[in-house]
């Protein structure tokens, strides 16, 4: 390891963007899938 | 087996019974898979093919084949070991088996004890068949003396079966078990593999700076923090 | 409550990670040796953080569940160990970009990240091993059993692969501690800490529908339900 490491700005925009899209995607499939857990909870929950 | 300090009769008792429990599970697997020695005869030949396909794989350069003997033979081990570990769970499922050693009952520590042990002794066995095939076909040599070979095979495999067996009996009772046991088992050999393939190769290619004994000792440390939590843990994994 | 923190912890979070994205992209100055490449530490290093954290939850909801047997501490467990993937599949995508420019390679030995790809592939084989149990107390059970003997494996684990890899220099994560630089890591540790307790809040009502489901169908199994004295 000699000397700076100059540049090497696309490796940190892409590990950002990877960053906040998997945080944003993995966040929306919770979302939706809590929400589809929420609708078909009543239904066992009524049964004798 | 003596407990530190004084052990009370009952407690001697309760050993014995442990030990022969144990004993006698030994017997019955090896019993067992001497009977249907055509499987054992089948995954020896397994493995063998596996050795051969690295050959193949890698090339016939003879430095290199030397140089990683000691991977090869490890990985072959280890991916036979998926087949035995497993096989030695199904005959107990397909006929209720387990349930009835339960019932009887045999303490579970007995079975995890002796089921480990028979794996440990299949493995080994397979060990010692492959050890010089290996040496044979990847121009290796044993430069470390016999019993230290012994002792570092003796462990690697024992490292395999406590983790091994305790998985094997929970992946045979799932579904897609024979994807289930690897994927739950290869993660958590990792330190046993790179210890077992890095003392072996000190053995075959010497040890000049020494570094053989670290490495049977994290082979150690890996076999007994393994068996004693495999120990306490297997008890929940086949009540009912 | 419940309402407040579903809809406050998702917008702290992201005002959190714009302070921490504006504080390690602009304001942080460069590193002396790394240069700019080091800004990636702002998001590895706390996703690192946690899925530690998510796998240790994990392991504690499992003890627990094999103690008590009870039935929240499954969830948990379950819900800890999806989001510990998560970040710990995000960690090592991370760590891949930053060696890249750093070592020139797309994946270097570095003991602590191949701690971490190991400890991500025992973790997937837990929540496979949850997928192919249909009994719900079993599943429980052998998933907490395998949580507990994938943790355990982490000490070690890491003392064989920095042994295995002896030459490799040990990688120093900005050490050189500029104020502005510990400000930007905390505040992207913050957003990462409450991202990762909605997450696992949302990702335990999941479980928790689930268990409801397979509880009320009619028994076909024995009622799983019971809690042992």
């Known amino acids: 390891m000699n000397g700076t490491i100059v540049g090497g700005w696309e490796y940190i925009w892409a590990a950002y963007l990877v960053t906040w899209g998997s945080l944003a995607l993995y966040a929306l499939s919770l979302v939706w899938r809590a929400r589809k857990a929420k609708s078909g909870e009543p239904q066992p929950g009524s049964k004798p | 087996m003596t407990a530190p300090g004084e052990p009370t009769p009952c407690d001697r008792a309760r050993g014995v019974a442990l030990l022969t429990a144990t004993a006698s599970v030994i017997r019955k697997d090896l019993l067992l898979e001497w009977r249907g020695r055509a499987r054992i005869n089948a995954t020896l030949f397994f493995a063998i093919m596996t050795l051969l396909l690295f050959s193949f794989a890698v090339g016939p350069e003879t430095k290199s084949l030397a140089q990683n003997a000691a991977g090869y033979l490890w990985l072959a081990i280890l991916l036979s070991s998926v087949l035995s570990l497993g096989e030695s769970f199904r005959i107990e499922n397909e006929n209720g088996a387990l349930e009835g050693l339960r019932l009887i009952p045999v303490d579970a520590r007995a079975i995890f004890l002796g089921k480990a042990i028979a794996n440990l002794v299949l493995l080994t066995g397979l060990g010692v068949l492959l050890i010089p095939i290996a040496v044979a076909l990847y121009g290796a040599e044993i430069s470390a003396g016999f019993p230290r070979a012994v002792l570092v095979l003796v462990l690697g495999c024992a490292a395999i079966s406590a983790p091994g067996t305790l998985y094997a009996a929970i992946a045979n009772q799932a579904r897609a078990r024979d994807v289930l046991l690897p994927l739950l088992l290869f993660p958590i050999l990792v330190p046993a593999l790179v210890g077992a393939v890095k003392a072996t190769q000190l053995v075959f290619q010497g040890d000049p700076m020494g570094q053989l004994d670290s490495w049977t000792t994290l082979l150690v440390i890996f076999n007994l923090m393994y068996w004693l939590l495999c120990l306490v843990l297997f008890g929940r994994v086949v009540e009912e | ?229």
């Not at chain 3, 994205?21 to 490449?37: R, Y």
């Not at chain 3, 993937?85 to 970009?97: E, T, Y």
């Not at chain 3, 994560?173 to 696992?200: D, R």
């Open chain 3, 1 to 229: 409550m419940q309402k407040a923190l579903d809809v406050g912890l998702p917008i702290v979070a992201i005002v959190f990670l714009v302070v921490g994205g504006v504080l390690g992209l602009t304001v942080a100055p460069a590193d002396k040796d790394m240069g700019d490449v080091y800004r990636i530490m702002y998001v590895h290093v706390p996703a690192a953080w946690a899925a530690l954290l998510a796998v240790t939850v994990t392991f504690v909801a499992s003890l627990v569940y094999l103690l008590k047997n009870n039935w929240h501490a499954d969830a948990l467990g379950e819900a800890s160990a999806e989001v510990g993937v998560f970040f710990g599949a995000l960690l090592i995508v991370l760590g891949s970009i930053w060696a890249r420019p750093t070592w020139g390679v797309w994946w270097d030995w570095d003991p602590r990240l191949t701690t971490a790809a190991i400890l991500l592939f025992a973790f997937a084989g837990y929540l496979a091993l949850r997928r192919f149990v249909d009994d719900p107390e079993r599943r429980a059970t052998w998933a907490a059993v395998a949580a507990i003997v994938a943790y355990v494996d982490v000490p070690i684990l890491w003392f064989s692969v920095r042994w295995w890899r002896t030459l490799h220099q040990i990688q120093n994560t900005g050490e050189s501690t500029h104020s502005v630089m510990t400000k930007s890591l905390l505040w992207n540790a913050l957003a990462f800490a409450l991202l990762y307790v909605w997450f696992v809040r949302l990702r335990y009502r999941v479980a928790l529908a689930r268990q409801a489901e397979e509880l009320a169908e009619p028994p076909e199994t024995e009622p799983a339900h019971t809690p042992a004295p």
